[in-house]
């Protein structure tokens, strides 16, 4: 929470369930993108948010290494698994 702030933009990266996304939507941020090579993941995504009453943050679908970072945000978050933190 410390992290984000109202009006930025945010990428969740690996964004799994979207938990990071729309969190930040719930915070206030701006902007949220969610991103993910598996193709399970955004259906999640639009599905918790609906749940939390947030709006589905644009979500991104891709292979291993192939993505392009859209320019522009003003944060990107990962959940990193190995260290159990917020990155």
Not at 4 to 16: A, F, N, P, W
Not at 40 to 49: D, K, S, T
């Amino acid at each position: 929470e410390e992290n984000l702030r109202t009006g930025e933009s945010v990428l969740d990266y690996g964004c799994g369930s979207g938990i990071l996304a729309i969190a930040g939507l719930l915070l206030g941020v701006r902007e949220a993108l969610a991103l993910d090579i598996e193709a399970e993941a955004l259906p999640e995504v639009r599905r918790n948010a609906a749940l939390s009453g947030v709006r589905p943050p644009p979500g991104l679908r891709g292979r291993p290494g192939a993505f392009d970072y859209p320019a522009g945000y003003d944060k990107i978050i990962e959940a990193s698994k190995a260290e159990g933190q917020l990155l």
